[in-house]
T-cell receptor, first 112, second 111 residues
Framework: KQEVTQIPAALSVPEGENLVLNCSFT??????LQWFRQDPGKGLTSLLL?????REQTSGRLNASLDKSSGRSTLYIAASQPGDSATYLC???????????FGKGTKLTVNP | DTGVSQDPRHKITKRGQNVTFRCDPI?????LYWYRQTLGQGPEFLTY????????KSRLLSDRFSAERPKGSFSTLEIQRTEQGDSAMYLC?????????FGQGTRLTVV
């Protein structure tokens, strides 16, 4: 059974700091990995998707990497801003299934 | 509107009542998903449709839950005889290629 773990569960940083969020998964037979952002009481916003054949994806200040063999992904946020405060969720799409398996998320607070 | 739309956004119901939620996916997205999220947890998969066919169901989807997607467009999720444990955020997602897009969710509170 695929399990996704995100560390840390919560993170508080001052504005302007660069930071890394971690995601690990137990079964490396994934089809792709997707990072989402969730604001309190809201739905999920897709940030980046990495296919299993890719090593990284970038969008603006965000960079996501994937090491499929070791079952790890990282989300790097450069020059953090208070507007980045949210919960960040990692999800893997297993081969042979349509479902996404999510971690519990990392709650990020960026202090002005 | 280019996003996934869910209705209602909030629902409060008494235990034992039936509730129905609606999801309108992004136009031309043939794949549609329902997830459930409780406080402090990541979303959990409930069911998946490709066009009008329901192709995958989680064991979380008990007999009290039913989902439909007539004509392969919008979808409905019905919960019969609601229980307090059904209180959660119900999220709908759709996709045409690899990337999944989620709606704002329906927050269900069973009192």
């Amino acid at each position: 059974k695929q399990e996704v773990t995100q560390i840390p569960a919560a993170l508080s940083v001052p504005e302007g700091e660069n930071l890394v969020l971690n995601c690990s998964f137990t079964d490396s037979a994934i089809y792709n990995l997707q990072w989402f952002r969730q604001d309190p009481g809201k739905g999920l916003t897709s940030l980046l998707l990495i296919q299993s054949s890719q090593r990284e994806q970038t969008s603006g200040r965000l960079n996501a990497s994937l090491d499929k063999s070791s079952g790890r992904s990282t989300l790097y946020i450069a020059a953090s801003q208070p507007g980045d405060s949210a919960t960040y969720l990692c999800a893997v799409n297993e081969g042979g299934s349509e479902k996404l398996v999510f971690g519990k998320g990392t709650k990020l607070t960026v202090n002005p | 509107d280019t996003g996934v739309s869910q209705d209602p956004r909030h629902k409060i119901t008494k235990r034992g009542q039936n509730v129905t939620f609606r999801c309108d996916p992004i136009s031309e997205h043939n794949r549609l998903y329902w997830y459930r999220q409780t406080l402090g947890q990541g979303p959990e998969f409930l069911t998946y449709f490709q066009n009008e066919a329901q192709l995958e169901k989680s064991r979380l989807l008990s007999d009290r839950f039913s989902a439909e997607r007539p004509k392969g467009s919008f979808s409905t999720l019905e919960i019969q005889r609601t229980e307090q444990g059904d209180s959660a955020m119900y999220l709908c997602a759709s996709r045409r290629t690899l990337e999944a897009f989620f709606g704002q969710g329906t927050r269900l509170t069973v009192v």
